[in-house]
Every structure is written in C-alpha cells, then in structure tokens.
C-alpha cells in the first residue's frame, strides 16, 4: 500500500547547540502556547518528560510483574523436580527445604525479567526486524539537540512557531518535516 504525502504528519523541528538552551526553551516554548512534542538530545536530560509533559511510564510496574513471574517459575520448577520428578535427599535435609531454594530463585527472577524487559522494550518502541528507522536530525546523535513540535497539535501557525523557537535560542532556522 502506497504512502501518500497527504497521510504523513508535519512536525516543525529546531535545533539548539547546548543542553541549558533547549531545556530553557521547552518551558519557555510551552508558556508560549505551543505544545512540544519530543526532545532529541544525544544523552539523557534529566526531567524533561516532566517539563515536556509525558505521563509516568509503567515500566517498573511491569519489571515487577516479570520479576515474580520469574520467581514462580523457579520455584515451582524446583518443587517439582526436587517432589514429583525426581525426589532426592540430599544432605539429610527435606526435599523442600527454602534456604537451598535461593539461589535458584533469585536466578530465575533475574532471567526472566530481565528477557521481559528487553521484549517491553522492543515491542513499546516498535522495533525490530525489518524496521526502518527515523530521525529527525541525526546530528543529534553526536553534538545537537531537537525540540520537535507536532503541527496537528498546535492552533498556532508554522510562521509563529518557528518565530517562538528562533526567539528561544534555535541556533538555526526550524524547518517542516514529514514523518
């Protein structure tokens, strides 16, 4: 099926030279009224979902639901084997005794949760094989920063949106891009 130019979305992006300036010009760009969608940075920049606007992620509910996963696996993988499958006395202990369980356990919960995590993170952020990338600027992998604005967001016009970037410390003129 054939991709019209019509079905993709505009974004208006600026680029700014150092990490104080875009995070300036996020609060700043959003107290002018225009929505920020996303900030490409080539490292982390603390906090800035929250001054974006993100909601909280649901990533450590779900490393903890892995993470208990893991640990019944294992356990149950050990009573059944140590019970039913093959009962053994070892040591003079009980075939369930908690303390040998451990080990296992913790070994397991790890695994699994940490192969659980890696499959949240692929399938959330939609990669995998086959996918193409995208970027809106590949210098930001190396020394830039993009503050990027959905247009289908915002009321304001492309003229006044690049105005209030260029105003907030774009080091070059935004420029529309589709995606």
Do not use: C
Not at 26 to 36: A, E, L, S
Request: charged share 25%; no cysteine.
């Amino acid at each position: 099926m054939a991709t019209h130019t019509s079905d993709k979305k505009k974004y208006l992006v600026g680029i700014y030279d150092h990490e104080e300036t875009v995070v300036s010009a996020v609060k700043k760009v959003q107290n002018d009224g225009v929505k920020v969608d996303e900030v490409y940075s080539p490292h982390p920049i603390h906090h800035i979902d929250v001054y974006i606007g993100h909601p909280r992620t649901k990533i450590p509910i779900a490393a903890f639901m892995f993470g208990a996963t893991g640990t019944t696996l294992a356990v149950t993988m050990i009573v059944f084997m140590m019970r039913i499958d093959w009962p053994m006395i070892i040591g003079g202990k009980n075939a369930f005794y908690p303390p040998t369980m451990v080990p296992v356990s913790f070994e397991g919960t790890v695994l699994i949760a940490a192969l659980g995590m890696v499959a949240t993170f692929l399938v959330s952020n939609l990669m995998g094989p086959g996918k193409q990338e995208f970027m809106f600027d590949r210098r930001t992998t190396d020394d830039k920063y993009a503050l990027v604005v959905d247009l289908d967001k915002n009321t304001k016009s492309i003229e006044e949106i690049e105005a209030i970037l260029e105003k907030h410390g774009a080091s070059e003129k935004p420029r529309v891009v589709e995606r």
